[in-house]
């Protein structure tokens, strides 16, 4: 479609094309979740080994340990059952580093 297309028209051309993938995704996700088919919330939540698999430790000194810090790959399940668990990045607390004249007084 973008070969026969003059150079003006490739913008359009490319944004319709976009839009088109966009809606056919989104009409997926409908149909997926009408037969049952959910992804498995991952960020923000606490690490559970039944449906998330660890592939990193990212220190951090605002989150307590084990909490979903990042997602490289969405996780499925199909009603209850897991049909393919979460890779994720999970936090390690790490202590402030104290002053070291705090620390000799």
Do not use: C, W
Request: aromatic share 4%; proline share 4%; glycine share 6%.
């Amino acid at each position: 479609a973008l070969h026969h297309s003059s150079k003006d028209n490739k913008k359009e051309a490319a944004d319709a094309i976009r839009k088109g993938v966009e809606m056919i995704l989104k009409d997926l996700k409908g149909v997926l979740k009408k037969y049952g088919v959910e992804p498995i919330p991952a960020v923000g939540e606490v690490f559970d080994p039944s449906v998330h698999h660890a592939m990193a430790q990212v220190e951090t000194e605002d989150k307590p340990d084990n909490i979903v810090v990042s997602e490289f790959r969405k996780g499925y399940k199909f009603k209850d059952k897991v049909i393919r668990a979460s890779l994720v990045g999970v936090s390690k607390k790490v202590e402030k580093k104290k002053n070291s004249k705090t620390e000799e007084e």
